[in-house]
C-alpha cells in the first residue's frame, strides 16, 4: 500500500539534541540556504539524552588536533553566545563558568599528558602545565602524594548548564522557521542513489531532499544500517552523582582524577561520574542508577585526592546514555559513500555536547557546500572506519 506523503522538507535532521539542533541552527542561519528544514525528535522532554544531563564541559586539552580546534571554537561560541543564538534582541543565559579544567597525572601519565600540551598549544590553547608544588599551592585541598603533576586552562575552559544550552538551539531554530516533530523515523525509502522519504512511527511519511542522521545512542546506528552503512556506536549509560561535602574547599575547576574520575562544583554541591570498567559496561537502554559505582568506585578515589571528600553524602543521582564510538571513541562525520543526501555525525563518546557548535557548523558546510570550509573534519569521516584504523585519543577521557 502505497503511503502519501503529509509533509516535504528539503532537509530532515533525524535527532533532535545539541548536535541536530545546532545543525539546524547553522543551516538555517546560511545566507546561501533557503530550504526548508525539519527535526524529528523521539523524545522533547531529554530525560536520558547527554544533551540536558552531561557534565556540561568545555575544553581543548586533547591530544588530536582537530579536537583540540573544535574546543576552541566551542569556548569561542559559548563566550559570544548572543552572536549565534540570539532571538528579537534576547541573548540567551547558557550559564557558562570559565572556572578551568584540571587534568591530573601519575608518574605513567606525565610524558603523554605533556606531549599533549604541547599540541594544544601549538594549536592556540591556553593550557599549561603545573608540577605537584605548584598543585598543591593553587588547589590546596588537593593531596598531591601520587601526583607527578597537571594540566590546566583557565582560560576558555570551564562548564554551562547543558540543558539551557539545548533550549537556546531549539528556541534560535524555531525562530529561522525549523519545525519541531515528535516521532521516530522507523523506514528511510530510497529512489536509486537517493533517500526520498522517511516513513514515521505516526505512519506519516515526510518526502526529504536531505536527511542528516544525528539520532545519537536513540537511532544512529540504526538508522545507518537502514541505508546498509554499519556504524561502531552503542548507547553506553553514564550514571552522575550529587554530593555535598561538610567542608568548604575554595575555588575547584573541572577536576578530572588519574583514574578518570571527573567532578564540578555545582550550585553548593559536587556532581561527579566515572565510566564503569569494560566489563560492566554494556550496550544498554537501561536507565537504572548503578549506585555500586558511587559506594565502591567514586568515593574511595575522591578520598585519596581531596581529604575533605571523606566527609560526604550523595544527595541525588541520574544517568544519560552516551553514543560510545566503539572503535576509537571519536566523531564520525561524513556524507554517506553510496547515497548522496544521507550525512550523519555521531559516536562522540561524551565530547558531543561542546563539540557541538562545530559539529553543527561542519554539517551545515557539507550540505550547502558540500566540503568542510572552516575547520576541516575529514579525518574523522567514514573512511577509517571502513578501514578500522582509528584515531585515539591518548590520556583523554
Known sequence: MSVKAEQAYDVLIVGGGVSGCASACFLASDSTFDGKI????????YEFSPSAKATGGFRQ???TPENIRMGLFGAHFVKNVGDYLSVE???????????????????DSLPIMSANNALQ????????????????????WLNVDGLAGGCTGVRNEGWLDPYALLQAYRKKARSLGVIFIRDTVTEIRRSGSSVSSVRLASGSQLDTGIVINAAGASGLKTLCELVDLPMPVESRKRCTFVFN??????????????????????GANFIVNLAPTPDMDPNTDDTDIDHYLFEERIWPILAEHIPAFEAIKT????????DVNTLDGNLIIDRHPAVDNFYFAGGFSGHGLQQSPAVGRAISELVVHGAFKTLDLSRFGYQRIAARRGIFETNCF
Open 38 to 45: 525539519a527535526v524529528v525528535e523521539r523524545d522533547p522532554t
Open 121 to 140: 598549544r601549538e594549536n592556540g590553547a591556553e593550557t599549561e602545565m603545573l608540577t605537584p608544588q605548584a598543585l598543591a599551592q593553587r588547589f590546596p
Open 89 to 107: 534582541d534576547e541573548v540567551p543565559d547558557v550559564g557558562f563558568r570559565e572556572e578551568g579544567y584540571l587534568l591530573l597525572a601519575s608518574a
Open 315 to 322: 544527595t541525588s543521582a541520574y544517568c544519560c546514555h552516551y
Open 245 to 266: 561535602c561538610r567542608e568548604e574547599i575554595g575555588m575547584t575547576p573541572l577536576t578530572i582524577l588519574p583514574e578518570g574520575c571527573a567532578f564540578r562544583p555545582e
Open 61 to 63: 586539552q586533547f591530544s
